[in-house]
């Protein structure tokens, strides 16, 4: 496990899956957490419940990533609020899916908006509150290194576009002592993407493993990034997928 104790974590996206299981994860290695969440208020302030259980201070922000306005009021609110930032954990996202032709103006908006646009105004608002010893980490997807199917590239556009920030943060940010990742999920048994659902073998199929990951798995690679051990580690784009892009 990581010794977080003392610092304070910002997730995206943090009241469902692979989101609130980072913001779990960070919590039982001692960090203080707040999430975001759109409408999912309920399953937010379960998730900042289970953080107060671990004796930790959790926080549920509502900010939908798509306004950066509020993507800006949420770093913010985690200042004002938890004291401090430094962790700060990209995870919001959606799942736009169909034939590229038929992708019009508003999805293409928004899609680049919560992958891309929400990471780097995120990103940018939590700079100034990050001393050294800071991280920025970006939940991609291991569909932004291999397409292995049609319907699929929006979605995999603006997450590929995460890798590129990636790289440019870590030469900015490098020099403070800031380290910036993005961690690419495989196929993850989550209520998005159930295990058990009629497509799952397929996808499982494609893994070395022969296996989904379960969130806990990411977190747990977000945890290693976030602590002292993952001090070294920056620029990288680690796959967490079972194989799928071996």
Do not use: C
């Not at 490098?174 to 996808?203: C, F, K, L």
């Amino acid at each position: 496990m990581s010794d977080l104790r003392g610092r304070v974590a910002l997730v995206t996206g943090g009241s469902r899956g692979i989101g609130a299981a980072i913001a779990l994860r960070l919590a039982r290695d001692g960090a203080d957490v707040a999430l975001t969440y759109v409408n999912a208020q309920e399953r937010a302030t379960a998730v900042v419940r289970e953080i107060e259980s671990l004796g930790r201070r959790g926080v549920a922000i509502r900010a939908d990533s798509a306004d950066p306005t509020a993507v800006t009021a949420a770093v913010d609110a985690t200042v004002e609020r938890l004291g401090r930032l430094d962790v700060l954990v990209n995870n919001a996202g959606i799942f736009p899916f169909g034939p590229f032709e038929k992708v019009d103006a508003e999805e293409l908006d928004r899609t680049i908006a919560v992958h891309i646009r929400a990471a780097f105004v995120a990103a940018q608002a939590a700079s100034p509150y990050l001393g050294r010893g800071g991280r920025i980490i970006n939940i991609g997807s291991n569909l932004a290194e291999f397409v292995g199917r049609p319907g699929i590239t929006l979605y995999a556009m603006t997450k590929s576009a995460l890798t590129g920030l990636t790289r440019g943060l870590a030469r900015e940010l490098g020099p403070r002592g800031i380290t910036v990742n993005t961690v690419h999920p495989g196929s993850t048994d989550t209520d998005m993407n159930p295990a058990d659902a009629p497509h799952a073998e397929a996808q499982r199929a494609q893994t070395a493993l022969g296996r989904f990951q379960s969130a806990d798995d990411v977190a747990a690679t977000v945890a290693h990034l976030a602590g002292e051990d993952g001090r070294t580690i920056t620029g990288a784009a680690l796959l967490v997928d079972s194989g799928a892009n071996a």
